[in-house]
C-alpha cells in the first residue's frame, strides 16, 4: 500500500500474490484430507459395508453442499457491508479452527455435523475471489481471476499427493491437523499482507414516494432470456455430472486395488485427474476463445462419456489414473465454454449477478448428486456411479444443442439492438 496525494493506493499486485499462495496453501490443506473421507470412515470410525459407507459418504457431502448454499449469500452480504477482507479471513481462521476438529471425530454423526459447520464458515474460494475483483483494476480482472483458479488446481495436486503420504505414515489425525495449519497459514498470509481500502456503503433513507413503489417490487432475477435460463441448466447437469463420482473415488481404488495402501493409490489417482484440470483450464479456455461453442463442448462432452466410463471399467488403476486425467481435461473444458455463452447472452449491467446464480446452479447440480449417489451405492455398486455420471453427460448434449441455438440467436438480436441505438 502506497501514499499517493494523501490516499492510500492498494496495491493490487500485492494482493494478487499473497492471495495466491494463501490459496494455494488452503487448497493444498483441503485436498490433504477430504479426499480420503471414505477410507477415514472405515479405518478411524469402523464403517467396513462399502454400501453403508456410500450412503454416509453421499450425506457427508450433501451436508457440505446445503450449507455453503446457505450461507454464501449471508457471507456475501456481510462482505458488501464490512469487507471482502474480513470475510476471507473468517474461512481461513474458520476452516484452522474446525477441519482439525474432524480429525478426532468419535462417530459418524459429530463428522457430518463438524462438515455442515466447517462448510458453513470456510469457504476460502468464493471470499478470495471476491477481494481480488474488489481491489484489482477492473481491466485485470480476467487475468486475476484466471490466475486465481491457478492457485486452486495447483493446490490440489500439492495436497493429493501430500495427503496421501501424511496419511500412509502417520495417519488420518495428521493429515486433518496439516489442513487446519494450512488454512491458518493462509490467514496470516492475508491478515498481514493483502489490503484493502473499504468504505461501508450509506444507507439511503427512501422517500414516502419511494416506499410506495415497494408494492411493485419484482425479483431481480426474472428478466433474463430464455438462453440465459437453459445456459445455468448446462452449469446444473454439468456440476452434477462431474461431481457424481467425486466422492466415491476412493472407494472405487479400494474395489480395484484392496484395503491396503487405500489412500496412496487415491492420492495419486487424484493429483492427476487434478493436473488434467491445470491443463484444461488454459488448453479449451483458449479454445473457447477462437471456436463456437458446439466445435469446443460437443467433443468434450463425448470424450466425457467414454473416459468416465474408463473409470467405471478400470481393470487396474494405471487405467483408472489416465482416465480420470483425461475426463478432467474433457469435463473441465466445459466450464469456459459455457461461461461466454453465459456472458454473450447476458446484458453487461447484470453480468455479476448471473455470473453469481451460474454458482448457485453449479451447486444445486451437487446437492442433487449426493442423496442420489447414496442410493446408488445402497442398492447397486460402484460401477453404476459412473455409469449414472455418463448417462449425465449424456442427457447434457441435446440440452446443450439446443442452448447453442438459442445463444446463437439471443447474442444475434443483442447486437442488433446495440446497433440501432
Not at 457431502?61 to 476471507?88: E, H, N, Q, V
Not at 499482507?193 to 425479483?219: Q, R
Not at 474408463?310 to 466445459?334: D, E, H, K, W, Y
Request: with cysteine.
Amino acid at each position: 500500500m502506497v501514499e499517493e496525494n494523501g490516499k492510500k493506493e492498494i496495491n493490487w499486485k500485492q494482493n494478487l500474490l499473497f492471495t495466491w499462495i494463501a490459496q494455494l496453501l488452503c487448497l493444498a490443506g483441503f485436498g490433504s484430507a477430504l479426499p480420503f473421507i471414505p477410507v477415514f470412515m472405515r479405518v478411524k470410525l469402523g464403517i467396513e459395508d462399502p454400501a453403508l459407507r456410500g450412503v454416509y459418504v453421499s450425506i457427508f457431502y450433501f451436508a457440505s453442499m446445503t450449507s455453503f448454499c446457505i450461507c454464501t449469500p449471508l457471507w456475501g452480504m456481510l462482505s458488501d457491508r464490512y469487507g471482502r477482507k474480513i470475510m476471507l479471513l473468517r474461512a481461513n481462521f474458520g476452516g484452522a479452527l474446525l477441519m482439525p476438529l474432524m480429525g478426532i471425530s468419535p462417530n459418524i454423526a459429530i463428522l457430518i455435523i463438524l462438515r455442515f459447520l466447517t462448510s458453513c464458515f470456510s469457504g476460502t474460494v468464493t471470499a478470495a475471489q471476491t477481494l481480488i475483483v474488489s481491489t484489482t483494476p477492473k481491466e485485470k480482472h480476467g487475468f486475476a481471476l484466471g490466475l486465481l483458479s491457478s492457485a486452486v488446481w495447483s493446490g490440489n495436486v500439492l495436497g493429493y499427493l501430500t495427503g496421501g503420504m501424511i496419511v500412509h505414515y502417520f495417519g488420518y489425525t495428521a493429515a486433518f491437523l496439516f489442513c487446519g495449519l494450512m488454512f491458518l497459514a493462509g490467514g496470516f498470509l492475508i491478515l498481514f499482507f493483502v489490503h484493502e481500502d473499504f468504505v461501508p456503503p450509506v444507507k439511503n433513507i427512501p422517500l414516502p414516494a419511494e416506499k410506495k413503489e415497494k408494492k411493485h417490487f419484482k425479483l431481480p432475477h426474472f428478466g433474463f432470456s430464455a438462453a440465459a435460463w437453459m445456459t445455468l441448466t448446462l452449469f446444473l447437469m454439468m456440476a452434477f455430472s462431474r461431481r457424481f463420482d467425486e466422492a466415491y473415488l476412493a472407494l472405487q481404488v479400494e474395489n480395484i486395488a484392496g484395503k491396503i495402501n487405500t489412500e496412496l493409490y487415491t492420492s495419486y489417482v487424484s493429483a492427476a485427474a487434478a493436473a488434467g484440470g491445470v491443463i484444461a483450464g488454459s488448453l479449451i479456455g483458449y479454445l473457447a476463445d477462437r471456436f463456437s461453442p458446439i466445435k469446443v463442448a460437443l467433443p468434450c462432452l463425448l470424450l466425457s462419456i467414454l473416459f468416465v466410463l474408463g473409470q467405471g471399467f478400470a481393470p487396474n488403476l494405471m487405467v483408472l489414473g489416465v482416465s480420470r486425467f483425461l475426463a478432467f481435461i474433457t469435463v473441465g473444458g466445459l466450464e469456459p465454454v459455457f461461461l461466454n455463452m453465459l456472458s454473450n447472452v447476458s446484458p453487461e449491467e447484470k453480468r455479476g449477478q448471473i455470473f453469481g446464480m451460474a454458482s448457485s446452479f453449479r451447486s444445486i447440480g451437487m446437492m442433487i448428486a449426493s442423496p442420489l449417489g447414496g442410493a446408488i451405492m445402497y442398492y447397486l455398486e460402484i460401477r453404476s456411479i459412473y455409469v449414472t455420471a455418463a448417462a449425465g453427460f449424456l442427457l447434457t448434449i441435446p440440452v446443450f444443442l439446443l442452448t447453442s441455438k438459442l445463444c446463437r440467436k439471443a447474442h444475434n438480436e443483442m447486437i442488433q439492438k446495440i446497433s440501432t441505438i
